[in-house]
C-alpha cells in the first residue's frame, strides 16, 4: 500500500475552512521527489493542487479535483485529502505510478515528432523548426497544461517577424506535434486549447504558390550552384522535376534511369497521408523525365556508390534528410535574398509550383500534370485554376470561337474618292 503523508493544515475539512480564501494555493505536504500536493481555499469547495518538477529546475502546477470542503468525496471529482494524494501521484508519474511515464512536455512532444515524421521518410524539419520560435518556457510545459491564451500570445507575438502565412504554417507543426503526444496518451484532454491557441490567422494567405518566371528559376538554381555544388544539384532537381523536397531527398542510386536522349528518375511517392498504404508509399515510385544535363551530372554525382545509396548527398556525404536544422532550409534563404525576393514568401516549394504552372501554360494535359507531380487533378485545379484558365483553357478554347463569316463576293464595291 502507497505510505500515507500527514499534513494536519490540510487533512481534516474543518482545518481548511479556517484558511482564507485566496488564488494563491496554500503549499502542501512532499508526496515523493519533485511531487506535492497543495490547496487552494475558495468561497465553495477547495481545489487540489499539483505542484511537479519537469525535471530541468523549473516546476508545473495543476489543479486536478475538488476537495471535500461542503460535501462527500465520490472518489472521482471530489476527493478527500488522502484520495488526493494518490490522484496527484498518479497525474504527475502516469497511470502505473512510473516516474518514466511523467506528463509529456511540448518539447518531448516536438522530439516524438521528428521520430515520427523519419519512421514516415517525410521531413523532420517540420519538428525542429519550431525550436527556432518557441520560448523556453513553452518548451518545458507539460502538453495536458497548456492553455489557448498563452498559445495565441505566442503565436501573436510573431507578427511583424515573418509573413502570417509563414505563422500559420509554424502553428501547424506545433498542432501536429501536440496531436501525437495526445494520440499516445489518454491525460491529455485539451485538445481544444491548442486548437483555439494556435489556430490560422486570418490575413495570411495559405495558398499564395510563389510562382517563379523560368529566368528566375535559372538565377535560383544557378545561385544554388554558387554556394555549394552538393545544394545546387539538389535545387537543380527539384527544378526540372517539380518534385517535394522529401521526396527528391530519398531518391536512390538507382532510380536514375540514364538514357542518352530521355533519362528519367524513379521518383519515390510522398509519405504524405497515413492508413494501411503507408508502407506501400514507402516503395512505391514513378516515372519523371530530366533533361540530359541533369541526368549527366546526376550520374557523375553518383559515381562509385552502391545501387541501394542516396542520389544525392551533401558535401559532407551524409543525406540530405538527416540534420534537417543545418542543410538546405537555411541555404534557401540565402539564395531567396540573393536574388532579390522574400524568404518568408519563396521557399524550395516554389520550385515546385513553378514546375506545375509551367507545364499547364504549355497546354500538357492536367491529368498528366498532375500524375508528374504525385498529386491530384482537384488539387491541381484547387490551386492552379487561374493559372489553368488564364492560360491552357484560354488557348485551347479560342481556336473553338464563332468567326465572322467572309462577305459575299457580289456585295464588294469599291470605295472611290
Known sequence: MARKVSFSAL?????????????????????????????????????????????HGAYWTKGFALADDFEDADAKTVLTFYQAQDAAKKLAR?????????????????????????????????????????????????VALLTATELKRWRDGLLGTMA??????????????????????ARIKNRAEWETGLAGLPD????????????????????????????GLLMETLAITGARPS?????????LHDHPIRPKVMMPKSAKGGGRNRSQKKIERYSVPITVQLATRLKLAAKGRADDAPLLMQSDASPWDKNPGQNYHRQVDK?????????????????????????????????????LHNTSVAMIEKHYSKHITEHSIEDITRVGLLSEPAPAAGNVVAMVR
Open 204 to 231: 495570411a494567405t495559405e495558398a499564395r504558390n510563389v510562382i517563379l518566371p523560368d529566368d528566375k528559376v535559372h538565377e535560383f538554381v544557378a545561385t544554388a550552384y554558387g554556394l555549394d555544388d552538393k545544394f
Open 335 to 371: 539564395v531567396v535574398t540573393a536574388i532579390g525576393l522574400d524568404p518568408a514568401d519563396v521557399t524550395a516549394y516554389c520550385l515546385r509550383h513553378s514546375s506545375i504552372v509551367r507545364m499547364l501554360k504549355m497546354s500538357v494535359p492536367i491529368r498528366l500534370v498532375a500524375s
Open 11 to 55: 487533512e481534516s475539512r474543518s482545518a481548511r475552512l479556517r484558511l482564507k480564501v485566496r488564488r494563491l494555493p496554500y503549499s502542501g505536504p512532499t508526496l515523493a521527489r519533485g511531487i506535492s500536493l497543495m490547496y487552494r481555499r475558495n468561497k465553495t469547495n477547495g481545489t487540489w493542487v499539483l505542484k511537479a518538477s519537469d525535471g
Open 164 to 185: 502570417p502565412a509563414t505563422i500559420n504554417r509554424l502553428c501547424r507543426c506545433v498542432n501536429a506535434a501536440l496531436a501525437l503526444a495526445a494520440q499516445h496518451d
Open 94 to 142: 502516469g497511470e502505473d505510478g512510473s516516474a518514466s511515464n511523467a506528463p509529456i512536455t511540448v518539447d518531448g512532444a516536438l522530439k516524438d515528432y521528428k521520430r515520427d515524421l523519419e519512421a514516415r521518410s517525410a521531413n523532420p524539419y517540420n519538428a525542429e523548426h519550431p525550436r527556432l520560435h518557441l520560448t523556453s518556457m513553452l518548451l518545458s510545459k507539460p
Open 247 to 255: 521526396q527528391a531527398v530519398r531518391l536512390r542510386v538507382e532510380d
